[in-house]
């Protein structure tokens, strides 16, 4: 049987790829010679990982709704495992050979409690082996090896690694987890000084909190759904090795101490909990990471199962790493988890041309295809992620562009940031004396009340989680830290992120613009990570079980949010199912539309730092080590960064978001979108259109739009400091949003706004101020009707006057829920009639001409609480309404009417007044459905915001639960 060696299959290129220079194992983890021994009795578990009969690629990379479909046929049809899988006659010929050829076992249910719980399946493409010294030379053509050393044993193998060329291995993953310590990668001399104190700010408070983790979902997080009232339904969490272990002295079973320690934070609930590899759990370091992740998802979600996955656990060479618990969670048929967390990770570093690496990838895949949403900790090491390579660094294990990274962030309340050094002066003080600058960039992270009306449990500020404190030449905690762990480089003490340089950026994040670059002289590109963040401790903890689960006590880090966002999926799943549809399964695409569409469901995070990265040897002390920073890492930024992602959620608003995306790629994918791609990089008209071009710039520019064979060229004004965003529009869509806040927000004007008609198949483009403008997010936001061309000197967003009513399931006579936030001071009121087009004709009528605003009235839609038209609700006030009788696909006009002068304001600005010959635009879209009127005759301060209109097509569905 010929073999082929295996390219980057070297130990150093499963563990130590980036994090190491050295090139031998011995010179990698500093082994003494005379400790290397061959390996006889000892041994390692591997999966050999077969090749898929085809291949998913295309099918992933298809938008959510069409993926869904066809995933949930080919569960049904029972094709999925044998069309993804790996083809049975080669599996079967592996196995033979492995049992028969070679004396291998071939571990499975059959035998886990000899060998440990691992999966060897056609469907899963992997067979799973115990193999001891004299085995693997026989299977892998060179020696094992082991470190004799009780400091630091470990078994490995030197070269790389060859098997049976007709075999077609694809993967090979060790069930191990043994990474080098980091080598010096930055460039010589390089290093910092660091400035005393805190690191970061909003971390070092005297009256940090520690809350219930529902009061957080719920205070800080507007989480849709009660947990106590809802069933909600089951959760995985990967609990690598402990699962429900307790000590040999524990008198109370872990269901009993879980149902206690809910009743200590008010909580109750029917879940239960249920373990995969119970017999080969232990109670070890691990426990204290298993009780916080408990603790969270349980008093959240009370009544949703819960099942721990072990892994392989202790028996025989199994050594219970992340990969045999992502596989027994995402092939678990006896209690099978739909949404699985993980704060749990594999740290060694595997090249991105092994097969180690490929066997990872497509571990992930797999959760793709069998629908899971898999949440994984970044990590709690900062930019440098506790890897002395003077670099930055992300672990590619748990980077899969097919999950969801989550890092952290501290929430602080006013009262902890007024009694915090690092935010004091600097956000409190400013803040309460009514600064509108910070106030406004307070509002993006969160703050949905004017300071000094904040309640005790509300959002303040959020920054990024970094505990790191400097004291002389220490690199420590702040010492105003009362919950007794230490921290440093080398300690979980800041959220991780950066850019994972073994992949390509994933095709979402191109989507939404991104390129990814690490910040250290590399200047890499990759993915980047996290995808969003929530609260990790520093001023604000969650609290959870001791390690043992008796009382309850501060957590906090990356494993305590990744469990609150899996909780909220868990909720997500639970709205979908209940309007119809799809579980969420693969949603990263999804949450990067909702981010563009509806930038309101996430708190943008725009302070802080994770700056961490070091080698070993130098001036400042950490944890016993001597160390060098070398200043590389991350900064927050407004918008997606390499600290927060996209931002920590707004839940009920980014439920909304999901859903209405969800219903309008699942039903009306046929719906013409705003523009397609003419395929040379370029755009044309997606149908016949009224479109609104709204230009956002600092200074005035000159705006040319070319439109099929006509050019549209026009000057626009200046932006206002202020002018508000689709964010801050969106935000005020809260009935519970201070209206004193938003009045602090009035009469800051946009540019201008202009409108014209473009034919179907129209090319369109955009230059602003002589720079051609680029539509880098159109494939997102194409279908929800805008696009913004994006040019040095500002934004031009393109969009339409209607809204199409894409109903919950396609369905017709539904009711549509209208959200209104007045900040106009006239008394105002607004109607919704149906078009036949996209430019506003009824019945061959067109806007403006006679006879249409009676059209208009035939056409307007009745409200629930009777008549056809809905009033302001006052200046700063908020009121909500509902529309009768929408149908599937119906595209709706609005008119406002300003009652104080007497005039009506139509979408259309050719039926609007004319100002020096051009008609005026009273309307201006804010995302999502979402549109804000000018109501002042001549076009006003231009700040439209007089009235913002919503509609909302999908909240009404199921129980309502988001109306």
Excluded: C
């Amino acid at each position: 049987m010929a073999s082929v060696e295996l390219a980057h299959s070297s130990y150093l290129d499963f563990t130590g790829y980036r994090i190491t220079d050295q090139t031998t194992v011995q010179a990698a983890y500093g082994l003494d010679a005379a400790n290397i021994k061959p390996a006889t009795g000892n041994g390692l578990n591997v999966a050999i990982v077969l090749p898929r009969q085809q291949d998913p690629t295309a099918l992933l990379a298809e938008d959510w709704g069409t993926r869904q479909k066809t995933l949930d046929q080919m569960q049904a049809d029972g094709t999925l495992g044998s069309t993804y899988g790996a083809d049975p006659t080669l599996f079967n010929t592996v196995v033979t050979a492995l049992k028969n050829t070679y004396g291998l076992t071939v571990i499975d249910s059959s035998n886990a409690a000899t060998y440990g719980n691992y999966i060897s399946s056609a469907e899963s493409r992997t067979i799973w082996v115990s193999v001891d010294g004299p085995h693997f030379q026989s299977l892998f053509g060179t020696p094992l090896l082991y470190n004799n050393s009780s400091d630091n044993y470990f078994v490995f193998w030197n070269g790389n690694l060859k098997l049976p060329q007709d075999w077609h291995v694809e993967g090979l993953w060790f069930d191990q987890d043994n990474a080098p310590g980091g080598t010096n990668q930055a460039p010589p001399g390089t290093s910092v000084t660091l400035p005393a104190g805190a690191q970061s700010p909003g971390n070092n408070s005297t009256q940090s909190l520690t809350r219930a983790p529902q009061k957080i979902a719920q205070d800080f997080y507007n989480f849709p759904l009660d947990g106590k009232s809802v069933e909600t339904g089951a959760i995985g969490l990967v609990e690598v090795g402990v699962g429900s272990a307790l000590p040999a002295h524990a008198s109370q079973s872990f269901q009993q101490l879980l149902t206690a320690y809910l009743a200590t934070v008010g909580q109750s609930g029917n879940g239960t909990v249920a373990v995969q590899g119970q017999n080969g759990q232990s109670y070890n370091d691990g426990a204290g990471e298993r009780s916080l992740d408990i603790g969270i998802v349980a008093a959240i979600n009370p009544n949703s199962d819960i099942t721990l996955y072990v892994g392989s656990g202790d028996k025989g060479h199994s050594n219970s790493g992340s990969f045999s618990a992502f596989q027994a969670a995402i092939w678990d048929q006896t209690n099978p988890t739909s949404v699985i967390s993980s704060s749990f990770g594999d740290s060694q570093s595997m090249s991105p041309q092994s097969p180690f690496f490929r066997a990872n990838w497509e571990l992930f895949v797999d959760a793709a295809l069998y629908q899971k949403t898999i949440f994984n900790a970044l990590g709690d090491g900062g930019a440098g992620n506790e890897t002395g390579n003077g670099l930055t660094n992300v672990y590619p294990a748990l980077a899969s562009p097919y999950g969801l990274t989550v890092g952290g962030t501290s929430v602080s309340t006013l009262a902890a940031a007024q009694h915090d050094t690092s935010l004091a002066a600097d956000y409190a003080t400013p803040a309460m004396a009514g600064n509108r600058g910070l106030l406004w960039q307070l509002v993006s992270g969160g703050l949905t009340s004017a300071p000094q009306d904040l309640g005790t449990e509300q959002t303040f500020i959020e920054t990024v989680w970094n505990a790191y404190y400097v004291q002389g030449k220490h690199i420590t905690i702040t010492p105003n830290t009362a919950h007794g762990f230490i921290a440093g480089y080398t300690v979980n003490s800041t959220s991780s992120g950066g850019v994972d340089v073994t992949q390509p950026v994933p095709d979402y994040q191109q989507a939404f613009g991104l390129d990814p670059v690490t910040a250290d002289p590399t200047a890499l590109h990759g993915r980047g990570a996290p995808d969003m963040a929530a609260n990790a401790g520093g001023n604000l903890g969650y609290l959870v079980p001791h390690a043992d689960m008796t009382g309850a006590g501060f957590g906090s880090g990356t494993s305590a949010a990744t469990p609150l966002w899996a909780s909220l999926g868990v909720q997500l799943n639970t709205i979908f199912q209940d309007q119809g549809l799809p579980e969420l399964g693969y949603m990263n695409d999804l949450l990067y539309t909702a981010a563009v569409v509806a930038p309101g469901s996430f708190n943008d995070i725009t302070v802080g730092n994770n700056i961490s990265s070091f080698f070993f040897g130098g001036p400042y002390q950490t944890n016993g080590d001597d160390v060098t920073p070398t200043g590389y890492g991350y900064h927050t930024a407004p918008g997606y960064d390499l600290v927060t992602g996209l931002g920590t959620p707004n839940g009920t608003l980014l439920a909304r978001a999901l859903t209405a995306i969800g219903h309008a790629e699942s039903y009306f994918s046929s719906s013409p979108g705003l523009l397609d791609a003419d395929g040379a990089g370029g755009w044309t008209s997606g149908s016949g259109q009224s479109l609104l071009f709204q230009t956002m710039s600092a200074s005035s520019s000159q705006v040319d739009v070319t439109l099929g064979t006509s050019n549209l060229d026009f000057t626009s004004n200046a932006s206002g400091t202020y002018a508000w965003t689709s964010q801050f529009a969106q935000q005020v869509l809260q009935a519970d949003f201070d209206p004193a806040l938003i009045r602090m927000f009035d009469k800051d004007g946009h540019g201008s706004v202009t409108e014209a008609f473009a034919a179907a198949g129209a090319g369109l483009s955009v230059e602003l101020g002589s720079q051609q403008a680029t539509a880098i997010q159109a494939a997102l936001s194409n279908a929800f009707g805008f696009a913004d061309f994006v040019a040095p000197d500002g934004v031009v967003r393109v969009a339409r006057p209607v809204a199409v009513a894409e109903t919950a399931g396609g369905q017709n006579d539904q009711e549509a829920v209208v959200r209104l936030r007045q900040n106009g001071q006239d008394n105002i009121s607004v109607s919704f009639y149906r078009v036949d087009d996209y430019a506003g004709a009824i019945d061959g009528l067109q806007p403006g001409q006679a006879g249409y605003a009676a059209a208009a009235a035939a056409r307007a839609y009745q409200v629930a609480t009777g008549g056809s038209s809905v009033s302001g609700p006052g200046y700063g006030n908020y009121a909500q309404a509902v529309l009768q009788h929408v149908d599937a696909g119906d595209l709706i006009a609005m008119a406002l009417t300003n009652t104080s002068s007497g005039d009506v304001f139509w979408a259309f600005s050719q039926a609007n007044e004319k100002v020096g010959g051009q008609s005026v635009g009273h309307l201006w879209n804010y995302g999502l459905n979402t549109w804000g009127w000018e109501d002042v005759h001549g076009g006003g301060d231009h700040d439209f915001n007089d009235l913002v209109v919503q509609l909302d097509f999908t909240s009404k569905a199921g129980h309502g639960w988001l109306v």
